[in-house]
């Protein structure tokens, strides 16, 4: 049998090995490497999510360095941190796990915090070889980079049964030239791996504990499956983080075509882990989704928009050169224009604020047509304040709203106002001064001027 939501054998229970240990000194940061973004959410946090999905009994991240901000970011997670004081190697790193996974008896899932594409599909795939008829002591994820550079390498039979797996500063010339590369990841069971680990020496070029060597212990055989060079992609740079969000962005974009979504250069638009569109979407050039957005079906979204926490009805046009901030709550057949930043606040269905305005802590209703230049005056300098504007509203050009303060419904609002009381409905506001004209006061003032600047 085997459980409905991970697909796994009800009678194997799984826990998950993520080593995070590594210094990450190429990164030149203080953030610990595996919390570097990529769409928007830590590296680590990807893995997480992905091993949510096989619903594992234990989690535990083995870190060195950095262990309070790794344990802050796993908060909530179900993981527990296990430290690696000093750096002896992968094998070493995945022994200090031990404590963490006591009384545990099942498949053991060890992954990389810096390695965060590896697909639930794959994770699946290396669990379902280990528990294969021929029992292997263990399953190694093997790769096929273009670049095979300093990878390890496995030499393995057509069944992929390992015969040899080498670290590339031990192989022979023959080894390097072999292309299948060991990923690190690996699929091993409970009752075998800390007794495995035991066994392992030091004995190579760097003097460290390999994991890897557990797979050439004599006493039985290991396999490998292959996943895709991208899927493996390590990160131990900024170019190498930059190179994992490019493959990344690349596949979302073909997922979102794929699903019915039109993105006229799709190269220059930039998705989150979490961004949700709807069908019939067009997406014009140059526009950005961080982290929280929702799109419904038939939504324009034109060219140098950013978005982020924002919620967008059926039908809305937004853009160009728009910005939706956490918290906008665009209605179905709603427009946002160029140059109008909204945040905190809801617009309403149909509603229209289409040039040069800032929105924010506002509820606008349906249909109300707010004009260029107005803005919400929301925050005083210590407190923010919610502004209400009525559906069918007009608010013209160039005004302000001072908050707290309601538009009634159907009530108007004369360009250049500055409104600091309520409006009831179907009102005209008007807060300007009288006009006043000076027949020829410009030209006196400037015959003044120009005679007081030449006595000087």
């Given at each position: 049998?085997?459980?409905?939501?991970?697909?796994?054998?009800?009678?194997?229970?799984?826990?998950?090995?993520?080593?995070?240990?590594?210094?990450?000194?190429?990164?030149?940061?203080?953030?610990?490497?595996?919390?570097?973004?990529?769409?928007?959410?830590?590296?680590?946090?990807?893995?997480?999510?992905?091993?949510?999905?096989?619903?594992?009994?234990?989690?535990?991240?083995?870190?060195?360095?950095?262990?309070?901000?790794?344990?802050?970011?796993?908060?909530?997670?179900?993981?527990?941190?296990?430290?690696?004081?000093?750096?002896?190697?992968?094998?070493?790193?995945?022994?200090?796990?031990?404590?963490?996974?006591?009384?545990?008896?099942?498949?053991?899932?060890?992954?990389?915090?810096?390695?965060?594409?590896?697909?639930?599909?794959?994770?699946?795939?290396?669990?379902?070889?280990?528990?294969?008829?021929?029992?292997?002591?263990?399953?190694?994820?093997?790769?096929?980079?273009?670049?095979?550079?300093?990878?390890?390498?496995?030499?393995?039979?057509?069944?992929?049964?390992?015969?040899?797996?080498?670290?590339?500063?031990?192989?022979?010339?023959?080894?390097?030239?072999?292309?299948?590369?060991?990923?690190?990841?690996?699929?091993?069971?409970?009752?075998d791996l800390f007794v495995l680990l035991d066994r392992i020496g030091n004995d190579n070029a760097a003097g460290?504990?390999?994991?890897?060597?557990?797979?050439?212990?004599?006493?039985?055989?290991?396999?490998?499956?292959?996943?895709?060079?991208?899927?493996?992609?390590?990160?131990?740079?900024?170019?190498?983080?930059?190179?994992?969000?490019?493959?990344?962005?690349?596949?979302?974009?073909?997922?979102?075509?794929?699903?019915?979504?039109?993105?006229?250069?799709?190269?220059?638009?930039?998705?989150?882990?979490?961004?949700?569109?709807?069908?019939?979407?067009?997406?014009?050039?140059?526009?950005?989704?961080?982290?929280?957005?929702?799109?419904?079906?038939?939504?324009?979204?034109h060219a140098f928009s950013h978005l982020e926490g924002a919620t967008i009805g059926e039908g809305a046009a937004?853009?160009?050169?728009?910005?939706?901030?956490?918290?906008?709550?665009?209605?179905?057949?709603?427009?946002?224009?160029?140059?109008?930043?909204?945040?905190?606040?809801?617009?309403?269905?149909?509603?229209?604020?289409?040039?040069?305005?800032?929105?924010?802590?506002?509820?606008?209703?349906?249909?109300?047509?707010?004009?260029?230049?107005?803005?919400?005056?929301?925050?005083?300098?210590?407190?923010?304040?919610?502004?209400?504007?009525?559906?069918?509203?007009?608010?013209?050009?160039?005004?302000?709203?001072?908050?707290?303060?309601?538009?009634?419904?159907?009530?108007?609002?004369?360009?250049?106002?500055?409104?600091?009381?309520?409006?009831?409905?179907?009102?005209?506001?008007?807060?300007?001064?009288?006009?006043?004209?000076?027949?020829?006061?410009?030209?006196?003032?400037?015959?003044?001027?120009?005679?007081?600047?030449?006595?000087?």
């Amino acid at each position: 049998m085997t459980s409905p939501a991970s697909g796994r054998p009800t009678d194997r229970s799984l826990a998950v090995i993520i080593l995070a240990a590594g210094q990450g000194t190429r990164m030149k940061s203080s953030l610990h490497k595996v919390l570097h973004p990529v769409a928007g959410r830590p590296m680590l946090l990807h893995l997480l999510a992905s091993v949510a999905a096989l619903e594992p009994e234990r989690q535990v991240v083995v870190v060195g360095a950095g262990r309070d901000q790794v344990e802050a970011a796993v908060a909530g997670t179900g993981a527990v941190i296990a430290v690696q004081d000093r750096q002896l190697g992968t094998g070493h790193a995945v022994a200090q796990a031990h404590d963490a996974l006591a009384g545990f008896a099942g498949d053991v899932l060890i992954l990389y915090g810096d390695v965060p594409l590896v697909t639930i599909a794959t994770m699946r795939a290396m669990l379902d070889r280990l528990g294969r008829g021929d029992e292997p002591r263990a399953v190694v994820l093997g790769f096929r980079p273009e670049d095979t550079a300093a990878y390890g390498r496995i030499i393995a039979d057509g069944q992929g049964v390992i015969g040899k797996m080498v670290e590339y500063k031990d192989a022979s010339e023959a080894e390097r030239a072999v292309t299948l590369c060991n990923s690190g990841l690996m699929a091993v069971r409970s009752t075998d791996l800390f007794v495995l680990l035991d066994r392992i020496g030091n004995d190579n070029a760097a003097g460290e504990y390999y994991l890897p060597d557990i797979v050439m212990l004599p006493g039985a055989q290991s396999a490998v499956i292959e996943a895709s060079a991208w899927e493996v992609a390590g990160v131990n740079s900024r170019v190498e983080l930059a190179g994992v969000e490019a493959a990344w962005q690349a596949r979302r974009r073909l997922a979102v075509m794929q699903d019915g979504a039109t993105l006229i250069a799709p190269e220059t638009i930039f998705f989150s882990h979490d961004t949700v569109l709807g069908r019939d979407v067009v997406i014009e050039p140059h526009v950005v989704f961080a982290p929280g957005v929702t799109v419904a079906d038939h939504v324009t979204i034109h060219a140098f928009s950013h978005l982020e926490g924002a919620t967008i009805g059926e039908g809305a046009a937004i853009g160009p050169y728009a910005r939706l901030r956490p918290g906008a709550q665009i209605g179905a057949k709603a427009k946002v224009g160029n140059f109008v930043e909204i945040k905190k606040s809801v617009l309403g269905e149909g509603a229209k604020a289409n040039h040069l305005s800032y929105i924010g802590d506002a509820s606008v209703g349906a249909g109300a047509n707010i004009g260029a230049g107005t803005i919400t005056c929301n925050y005083d300098g210590f407190f923010k304040y919610r502004t209400q504007i009525g559906e069918g509203a007009f608010i013209g050009s160039n005004s302000a709203l001072v908050a707290p303060v309601s538009i009634g419904a159907g009530a108007i609002v004369g360009a250049g106002s500055v409104v600091t009381r309520d409006v009831e409905a179907d009102a005209l506001c008007l807060v300007r001064p009288p006009h006043e004209a000076k027949p020829g006061w410009a030209a006196a003032f400037r015959a003044r001027m120009k005679a007081r600047k030449a006595a000087k």
